[in-house]
């Protein structure tokens, strides 16, 4: 098995996760129902605790310790997808990132359940359940609002078309990608993608929304290999402020 | 009948069945939890929502984010017909009356408050062709004797149930003790901490 493919799949995975677990929590105390203020913040945390799981499984092959690699690196050592360090916005965009980015997590892990490595392997089996909630939420919320008003159709179809080449981000290809899919650990991520557009284009299908042609969106590539919108130094400035005033604090 | 328990206002009572009105906000929906495997439904509370669906999925973060649960519903609270409430040695089911059925029955859960203050707990599911005649037949079916002050009883099919598939939803729960604040142990920190100071 190739440590460096395994490593760089763990590290985008992981640094995805901790970034929009980040950026969903900026909605807590916020959110536009009591209710929903609590589910978006307790799917931020399930994320963030994602993260740590993977970070948990790079340190065992021989990366710093989680809470190093969370928040002692810059902006342009993380490999997260450009879609989860974009503000968030109003409601309207957060909620079709959190619809395009989870769709596309449930069935990375639901690829990865089958993975070689058995570590992420049980991982993926695990979280089965709560990434199963995650995407009931998002499709749910997509379908009622998809479907309520003018203004929240004209909302999420506006958000979705400024989105979409993001999304398509999240499917930027390792240079690992034939040694992950030769190896078993992964099916990579054209398979992902294909798989992603048929659950993305179902939903989709349920409300008053449309997708434009995949072939007129240009996906917005970079992330994985440290390019980012300015956006997200100022996240990890914030995210890390209170653990660098003392590193070794015990909490 | 009134309350100081604004939940007990909104409810309708058992004698005026009316169709619903419509809403001018989001109506109120209500929320049931399993907290363990064969563990009675007990009530927990109400979201607001615009219908049964996004009741569910704001439900079971607002009531299940923390503890154990397996299983969670919701229903309209316009779909949850009240005995009236007893107090004091009065018990509810003394003054339910026989109902007359109608056509047809259909699955209803009825749910007892046995002490005042108290959830609404989860007594045993009958048929009957009305929610009236369901409190009648819990009347002579699911009754002990043992004092009951309100009796609540729901249409199986107007509830929003978590599925087989579902229940996994929760396996990961228990881990999150982050969520639970004694698990910080704040107080033995702040002791040590005072102790530290004095020496």
Redesign the interface.
């Known amino acids: 098995m190739n440590n460096q493919a395994l490593k760089e799949l763990l590290y985008k995975m992981a640094d995805d996760q901790l970034i929009l677990g980040h950026r969903n929590s900026e909605w807590t105390g916020m959110g536009p129902?009591?209710?929903?203020d609590?589910?978006f913040s307790?799917?931020a945390?399930d994320k963030i605790?994602q993260s740590l799981a993977l970070y948990t499984l790079l340190q065992e092959l021989g990366e710093r310790d989680p809470d190093t690699v969370a928040f002692t690196r810059n902006a342009n050592q993380f490999h997260n997808c450009q879609l989860v360090e974009l503000p968030n916005q109003e409601y309207d965009f957060s909620l079709i990132r959190h619809f395009l980015f989870d769709t596309a997590e449930a069935l990375r892990f639901e690829m990865l359940s089958e993975s070689s490595y058995e570590p992420l392997a049980q991982l993926a089996r695990?979280?089965?359940?709560?990434l199963?909630?995650h995407t009931?939420?998002a499709n749910?919320?997509i379908k009622?609002l998809g479907t309520?008003t003018p203004e929240s159709i004209d909302r999420l179809q506006k958000s979705l078309e400024n989105a979409l080449p993001f999304a398509l981000g999240i499917f930027e290809h390792s240079p690992h990608e034939q040694e992950l899919i030769s190896s078993n650990i992964f099916l990579g991520e054209e398979t992902l993608k294909k798989r992603w557009k048929e659950k993305v284009e179902s939903v989709i299908s349920q409300t008053d929304l449309t997708l434009p042609d995949w072939i007129l969106v240009e996906p917005t590539f970079g992330g994985r290999i440290g390019e980012h919108t300015a956006h997200l130094q100022p996240l990890l400035d914030e995210m890390s402020e209170v653990f660098k005033i003392d590193p070794t604090a015990e909490w | 009948m009134n309350s100081i328990d604004p939940r007990v206002n909104r409810l309708p009572i058992v004698e005026i069945v009316k169709p619903k009105a419509p809403l001018d906000q989001f109506g109120t929906y209500e929320v049931f939890v399993e907290p363990k495997p064969g563990k009675p439904f007990q009530h927990e509370g109400a979201v607001h929502a615009p219908n049964l669906e996004m009741a569910y999925i704001l439900a079971k973060e607002t009531f299940t984010r923390r503890f154990t649960c397996s299983s969670l519903y919701v229903v309209d609270t316009r779909d949850v017909f009240v005995s009236p409430l007893t107090e004091g040695d009065q018990n509810v089911f003394d003054l339910i009356e026989e109902s007359e059925s109608a056509n047809g029955t259909s699955d209803f859960e009825i749910y007892q408050l046995s002490k005042r203050g108290k959830q609404h707990v989860f007594l045993g599911s009958v048929k009957a062709s009305t929610p009236q005649e369901a409190i009648a037949i819990a009347k002579t079916k699911l009754n002990t004797g043992k004092m009951v002050y309100n009796i609540w009883a729901i249409e199986a099919n107007k509830i929003r149930f978590t599925t087989e598939e579902e229940k996994e939803y929760w396996i990961t729960l228990p881990e999150k003790k982050f969520r639970d604040a004694s698990n910080y142990k704040g107080g033995d920190k702040l002791k040590q901490f005072l102790e530290k100071v004095k020496a």
Do not use: D, N, P
């Open positions: 129902l009591l209710e929903e609590i589910a307790s799917m945390q605790g695990k979280i089965r359940g709560e199963r909630y009931l939420h749910t919320w009622q309520a």
